[in-house]
């Protein structure tokens, strides 16, 4: 069965996971879900109960969701690519920690932010969701800064699943315009290799719908109910 990542747009967390499976360059197929239409449907949630993004079918055809465990999944298979590290080994433990540290910590700082943006909150309730937020990705900012110091990846010399992850939340700055990324040159550096890689040109194409150029495995999009009606007949 080949994978498919059920992938959320607009700007969903998702993105990592599509730079991620890239890199891979093994089989697989992206479903696209609009958020919050289809995310939050009953149908959705038959094959993620909490009704998020993203969702990984692997190849034996079993479920797994939450960007830290398909990230960790994939980087188990790319272990001979320097994706991922064996587990039990002091690789495997630093790069756990920093794709928590991404996923708590990063992803967390934004959180009041789409909240605001998104909830059409008043004005007042705006200006304290944004001045908490603010101090909370500055701060976010100046750990990361630190902890990739002159390393040309998250994990050293060579590129893992974290700094695929790190990319599909860092974007979220350019909406928000928190900080300004030239403040924390470690982070612009590695920001701006990475928006020079093909893969992640790639995953800004496919969520834009423009014409985009695979350097992995990519098979295609599958239309949700496809998707989903082959889950079921599986589970069935």
């Known amino acids: ?26 089989p697989y197929q992206l479903s696209r879900i609009e958020m919050p239409e289809t995310v939050t449907s009953d149908a959705y949630r038959q094959i993620n109960p909490v009704g998020e ?25 790319g272990i001979d690519l320097g994706l991922g590290h064996k587990q ?34 008043d004005e007042s309730e705006k200006r304290v969701l944004t001045e908490f937020a603010r101090a909370k990705v500055q701060k976010v900012h100046t750990d990361l800064s630190t902890m990739l110091g002159d390393q040309p990846w998250l994990m050293g010399d060579h590129r893992t699943v974290a700094d695929a ?29 990475l928006e020079a890689d093909p893969a992640v ?9 423009r014409d985009a150029v695979s350097s992995g495995g990519f098979l295609g999009e599958v239309p949700f109910d496809d998707a989903l009606a082959v889950d079921l007949l599986q589970a069935a």
């Open 1 to 26: 069965m080949t994978p498919i990542l059920f992938y959320g747009v607009p700007s969903g967390c998702s993105f990592g996971s599509i730079v991620a499976l890239e890199w891979l360059g093994r």
């Open 53 to 77: 993004t993203p969702t990984l079918r692997t190849e034996s055809g079993h479920v797994i969701s939450e960007s830290m465990s398909i990230l960790n999944h994939l980087g188990a298979l």
């Open 88 to 121: 039990g080994t002091p690789g495997f433990d630093q790069l756990n920690q920093t794709l928590a540290f991404l996923n708590t910590s990063f992803f967390g700082a934004y959180v009041p932010l789409w909240y605001a943006l998104e909830h059409g909150s």
């Open 165 to 193: 992850y790190f990319i599909g939340i860092a974007r979220w700055n350019e909406y928000h315009q928190v900080v300004d990324r030239r403040d924390y040159p470690n982070l612009q550096r590695l920001y701006d290799r």
């Open 201 to 209: 040109i790639f995953a800004h194409a496919i969520e834009d719908q």
